[in-house]
């Protein structure tokens, strides 16, 4: 009993080292921190960061450090291993964002500088131009001037051909069944260009296609691409493009020409970097500028990967105080919770993101971002200042795997953070992989599934989305005008969660356009559900966007987990289903006879009144149960008589008719439009 009680002494000594040996190693993971030398770097900088100029302060960091590099000045003493990050183009110039309010005087300065302005727009206050680097001091000095940043970058979410898409989604059998085309509808593209457009053209790829003038764009066809794909399932919508490459301001325009040259369905596959997470932009506020007017809009929703499938770059949370403070000018390191940096485990090769909650163009918080490399030095730094009038956003170009990011709380705030490797895979993730105007909340948000793991059959339930597909869900903490939607918590318990995406379709599929067989991406999803919503319109004119995209969302075959979840959504759009639950809506088509004259000739005369039989026949479905028409002081027709009760018009050919008096104004020659106002 002695020895066995001095064994199980023995053991439980040795439970008890091992023990402490365990949580020691703990301990020391836990309060790993960065090196004294990346300690002294990051100060050096801010250092530097402290004695720019008022004009320097309205520059980005990087041309500070560009300009005085090339004057041959010391930029921040003992930190050698910084890597310049502006891009110039071959004439030596560099492509930079102007915010500020957009003004003659600003413009002129640019262009006698030796600069050439690219696009200018007054609506968002913002010029992107093409300058010298001996320019940008003279335009920063300018009142109306706010900030110049390099220029925002842009990414796309990634035919004899046929979309394998056609058969996965089910539309070859849904046209059939429904005896539908996409005829009527007008479907706007936006994406890098039209490259190829003319040899998808000449191989049957394609038909006419309204280019937007003087926006066809540059790129490698990616545009072209994905017309195809909408061609191919819904062969006779009529297809319009205008790029979204020029700028961020300029995309957001394109929405909105797009809209007023008649589309009724949208579709992008674009993400600018530069896209507030947190709020809607100005490109996301562009998308619900065209969704309150009535149109679908559909877009991609990106490659950035997921928390479940191990493939994501994103990191968000709160501030968290790691306890290392910087001396001298002061500031607060990050904690990831492990360490104080996150180590980038794969590079995206579109470097690293930072945001933090405050509103666009207004942020009074000051975070800055650092790169460092395996050694502890600072290699990459992005250290602008948030004064009230800059975005809460900063940016390193670019990034290896294997460096640390780190994030410093220069002033202000705790605040709600986002880290993102673009396209690269992170240490430390959370989901919300998903943002800007693809979340917005009217946009349809299109997630990826690879279609060769069906076809040639259609979608089941046992698809799944693509590993690189980006998850949900977003965090929305403000309003479109920068107002909090919960003040005084801009914390990650605040504002709302938006479930994105929105649905799943298919890629994988083949086109025509060289560098796109196949085709790859959410760029590839999101065509395929905007043909299935042209399908869907050109089956039922009468439909309006949030009944189509209801019956997308409400059909979609669930996959992933059960009901809605953060990477598929709804699940994929089918098109049968789909095209079957507009069964339930009843169809009209117009008919009139005159009845009755002031000033009997068989012909609408200017101040005359006239009393016409209006007859309503319902090729619908679903019978009406008490259909009430108004008709509209509109189109040359005033004084209207009182509404008239159709009551039950029933479905498949069912007709009533009902008269109504009205005064005609106008001139002689014009057309007289008589329009039904019907609620059941």
């Known amino acids: 009993m002695k020895k066995n009680s001095s064994l199980l002494q023995r053991l439980t000594g040795l439970l008890l080292l091992v023990t402490s040996m365990f949580w020691n190693s703990i301990q020391a993971q836990a309060e790993e921190k960065i090196g004294a030398r990346a300690l002294q770097q990051i100060e050096a900088l801010k250092m530097e960061k402290a004695s720019r100029s ?9 041309f500070v450090f560009e300009l005085k590099r090339s004057r041959g000045q010391t930029f921040a003493a003992g930190v050698t291993t910084l890597r310049p990050e502006i891009t110039r183009e071959s004439d030596g110039r560099i492509l930079v964002d102007i915010k500020g309010a957009v003004t003659p005087g600003l413009l002129d300065r640019i262009v006698k500088g030796g600069g050439d302005v690219i696009h200018s ?9 093409k300058v010298k680097l001996e320019q940008l001091e003279s335009l920063a000095s300018l009142p109306e001037v706010n900030f110049i940043q390099r220029a925002a970058q842009a990414m796309t979410q990634t035919g004899s051909s046929n979309s394998e898409g056609d058969l996965t989604h089910g539309a070859a059998l849904a046209r059939n069944a429904f005896n539908v085309t996409g005829r009527g509808v007008k479907v706007g593209v936006l994406s890098d260009s039209v490259e190829s457009l003319l040899l998808s053209q000449g191989n049957g790829n394609l038909g006419n296609v309204t280019v937007l003038p003087g926006q066809a764009g540059v790129g490698i066809g990616e545009g072209t ?20 490459v020029i700028s961020d301001a300029s995309f957001a325009e394109n929405i909105l020409n797009l809209r007023s040259n008649g589309c009724q369905i949208i579709v992008d596959d674009i993400f600018y970097f530069n ?7 100005i490109i996301a506020q562009a998308v619900n500028a065209v969704t309150a007017d009535g149109a679908l809009y559909v877009s991609s929703a990106g490659n950035s990967g997921s928390t479940k499938y191990g493939t994501s770059g994103t990191w968000e949370g709160d501030f968290v105080d790691s306890g290392q403070t910087l001396p001298g000018f002061g500031g607060k390191i990050h904690s990831f919770g492990v360490t104080n940096y996150n180590l980038i485990l794969q590079n995206g090769g579109y470097g690293v993101d930072l945001f933090w909650a405050d509103p666009a163009g207004a942020s009074t918080n000051d975070y800055d971002l650092y790169l460092l490399d395996s050694s502890g030095n600072v290699v990459g730094f992005s250290n602008n200042p948030q004064t009230g009038s800059q975005d809460p956003y900063e940016r390193i170009h670019s990034a290896l795997a294997g460096f640390r990011i780190v994030v410093v709380k220069s002033s202000g705030a705790e605040r709600f953070l986002r880290v993102h490797a673009l396209g690269g895979r992170l240490q430390f993730t959370a989901g919300g992989a998903t943002l800007g105007h693809s979340a917005a909340t009217n946009s349809l948000s299109v997630a990826a599934v690879n279609a060769l793991n069906s076809f040639p059959a259609a979608f089941n339930s046992a698809n799944t989305v693509e590993t690189f597909s980006s998850d949900g869900p977003r965090r ?3 309003h479109a ?20 995406p929105d649905i799943a379709a298919a890629d994988g599929v083949m086109t025509s356009v060289p560098g796109f ?12 559900a905007a043909a299935i919503a042209a399908l869907m319109w050109s089956f039922n004119p009468s439909l309006n966007a949030d009944q189509i995209r209801t019956a997308l969302i409400n059909t979609a075959l669930d996959i992933e987990g059960v009901g809605f979840d953060a990477n598929a959504g709804a699940g994929i759009v089918m098109a049968g289903p789909a095209l079957a639950a507009l069964d339930t809506f009843p169809v009209f088509v117009g ?5 009755e004259e002031s000033c009997p000739n068989n012909a609408l005369d200017p101040g005359e009144t006239v009393t016409f039989a209006l007859t309503l026949t319902n090729v619908g479905f679903a019978a009406t149960t008490n259909l009430v028409a108004t008709l509209l002081n509109t189109g040359g027709v005033s004084m209207a008589s009182a509404p008239q009760n159709y009551g039950v018009v029933t479905a498949n050919g069912g007709t009533q008719t009902r008269t109504f008096s009205f005064l005609v104004t106008g001139e002689c020659g014009d057309a007289t439009v008589v329009t039904l106002k019907l609620q059941d």
Not at 518 to 526: Q, Y
Not at 591 to 595: C, D, F, K, R, Y
């Open 54 to 62: 008022a004009t320097e302060r309205k520059l980005d960091s990087q």
């Open 121 to 129: 727009s007054p609506r968002f206050k913002t010029v992107r131009a």
């Open 225 to 244: 691409a994905m017309l195809e794909i909408i061609h191919d399932l819904a062969p006779e919508a009529e297809l319009y493009f205008a790029t979204a």
């Open 275 to 281: 896209e507030p997470p947190f709020q809607d932009g």
């Open 476 to 478: 929305i903490l403000f």
């Open 481 to 500: 005008d920068g107002s909090p939607i919960t003040p005084g918590n801009l914390s990650s318990s605040g504002g709302y969660l938006r479930l994105k």
């Open 517 to 528: 067989i196949p085709f790859f991406g959410t760029s590839a999803a999101a065509p395929h």
């Open 591 to 595: 008919g009139s006879t005159i009845v």
